[in-house]
DNA sequence: CGTCTCCTTGAAAGCGTTCAATTACAGTGG
DNA sequence: CCACTGTAATTGAACGCTTTCAAGGAGACG
């Protein structure tokens, strides 16, 4: 299940240098390949990043061998402010551009003191999705859910990308690729959804995947519309 | 599943206040029931909270009717971050005694500007617990870990408390009370722990709860001693 | 054209859920 | 003091979903 990429040396390539638009953070912007490690677990942590342009998977070896990954992060998120301290490993899932930002040796954010709390809710935010997505008990339930997430948070339009591999989302969902494959198969299959190739997805029912992902037969009071209309945060909630 | 508990009106009274040892950030110490509610998902946040004595959830209800514990909460944890509007509801698991701190009307948190990130951090700190309990595949791995972080986060010595139902496992960790059920009789069995009680609990083998946590049948270059020895914060993180 | 990686699919086994029944225990009222 | 009641926990048996084991297919790259 771990399909250890062996990922070799960290591979990252320094470029620019910049400020956000109130030029107050400093940050430089960094590329790396895909599949290439952006930093390791229990490395000392100096920087934390924002992704620019590409996916980043943030992931830990479990104690039996396994690998988890706790996130998958698009553009606009944070990661790798977990602490002093490494957490989890951070990957490139495709070639990406993230902007670098350093951490203060006192082990705080080096930043003024009314964006860290914007930078960590961010993050908060990024964990509370995940736990989120276990909610859901079978293994339709969580990739539908999966799928609705992730295009929720896809650029494209008119189709979604699915730029991880299946090992990637089964290590996500607690689930088998296998699992995963097949229950993808099954919702192109009952036109749910359409693929346009495994890494390229169009939504074609969003309600009937909603439905998938709440339950085997939910009750018709109990449609997807308990909906989160999320108040200050970029991007919505999936409850269902 | 749900068990719905009819939680009746909110039950909190209020009784002293007081200042942090630093004299900065202000409290109202107020208390509330076993079983009821501290605040609904979806009300506006007026505050947020720190457990003082007994145990809280955090819970959601999903499109299908389920109910989700996203969290349980010790003292010294904090809850209510989640912005200008809550997230999850709270309710007392157990008698409980919280210190009540206000939300400043701009939504941040109302405090010196050197505390937030704290705060936060330690928000951060609990939905990662959550995330990482996902990591694990099987019933038992999942169960067997979320008793050695109960342990780990219980204040009894010779003895961990599980104030919380076996409903309220189950419900936190995707599965049915009867899992949840056999699978503690079964660790009780095995030896691993004893039982005084449904609610009174001795670990009897952590090495094997943790094996137990790790996988079926833990290699033994596996052991569970990848331990993250971890850093500023104020309990180690399991990672088996 | 071979190799590699990833994805897909089939069949069988195992585990968790569901359905169902029983037990334990605290609170209440006779 | 004891029966009654309601909630929580435990346990059994059958079903069904997910995993496991196994094989085959699709696409990229040299």
New binding site residues.
Partial sequence: ?V?S?DLGAVVISLHTQGHDQNQRLQFNVVTADKGSSVYHEADEAHYWYEVVRGTVRTCRILADGHRQLTAFLYPEDVFGVDGPVYRESAEAVTDVVLRRYSIGSNHMLSHPLDDREAILQRALESARRSVFLFGH?????RIAAFLIVTAERSSMQSGVDLP????DI?DHL????????????EFARSGLIA?D???KMRILDLDGLHRAAAG?DSGPGTSAYLLDESSNSTDPCVLA
């Fill in positions: 299940m399909d990429d008990r079978t293994a339709a339930n991880m591999t299946r090992c089964a607690s689930l088998t690729l296998h699992t995963v494959s097949r229950t993808i198969s693929l190739g495994p890494q085997p």
